[in-house]
């Protein structure tokens, strides 16, 4: 089955610093990848997306690469703001199937960004 | 562009209750998914509805039901409330399709059993 694993967290930074969170999959054929943003009290919201290999997803500064040689798709943002602090999760989807709608998420990452 | 609507946003409810929470989806989109989000264990499928069907059912004991109106809006059931049903319940649209698989949450609906 298909199934996303993401890096241990809590991770916490000083505002500006570089920000890497890491995310593994396994799934059969070619699923989509996406990261979604939590903040407190909220629902989720699409951070980005990548529908195949290789491809780039971008959003307010934050990039994923999807590399399926090594099933990772790692979010990254160059300088992050305290207003980034919020629980990031990293998701799958497999279209058609048993797999309509649903998508599989990680365990979730709580970043906090200090000034 | 109106997003995803849930209601109520909050609810308390007794153990032994039954409830019901309403999703309605972006316009255009005739999916819609249903998600329980606890601390312990994280985002769970519990069922996706297309075009009035259900299309795909997680793992939830059948106390969680769910249905979806020709509009597309959709309601998901919970009866015989336990205390680990306290939670927070997502509903996300999406189009529905193979082609496209992108989904909208909606705020969500924080049940809380007593």
């Not at chain 1, 694993?5 to 593994?24: D, K």
């Not at chain 2, 109520?8 to 998914?33: A, D, E, M």
């Not at chain 2, 994280?42 to 509009?71: A, C, D, I, V, W």
Request: proline share 3%; glycine share 10%.
């Amino acid at each position: 089955g298909n199934s996303v694993t993401q890096m241990e967290g809590p991770v916490t930074l000083s505002e500006e610093a570089f920000l890497t969170i890491n995310c593994t999959y396994t799934a059969t054929g070619y699923p989509s990848l996406f990261w979604y943003v939590q903040y407190p009290g909220e629902g989720l919201q699409l951070l980005l997306k990548a529908t195949k290999a290789d491809d780039k997803g971008s959003n307010k500064g934050f990039e994923a690469t999807y590399r399926k040689e090594t099933t990772s798709f790692h979010l990254e943002k160059g300088s992050v703001q305290v207003s980034d602090s919020a629980v990031y999760f990293c998701a799958l989807s497999n279209a058609g199937g048993t797999s309509y709608g649903k998508l599989t998420f990680g365990q979730g990452t709580i970043l906090t960004v200090h000034p | 562009k109106a997003g995803v609507t849930q209601t109520p946003r909050y609810l308390i409810k007794t153990r032994g209750q039954q409830v019901t929470l309403s999703c309605s989806p972006i316009s255009g989109h005739r999916s819609v998914s249903w998600y329980q989000q606890t601390p312990g264990q994280g985002l769970q499928f519990l069922f996706e509805y297309f075009s009035e069907t259900q299309r795909n059912k997680g793992n939830f004991p059948g106390r969680f039901s769910g249905r979806q109106f020709s509009n597309s809006r959709s309601e998901m059931n919970v009866s015989t409330l336990e205390l680990g049903d306290s939670a927070l319940y997502l509903c996300a649209s999406s189009r529905g399709d193979r082609t496209n698989t992108e989904a909208f949450f909606g705020q969500g609906t924080r049940l809380t059993v007593v």
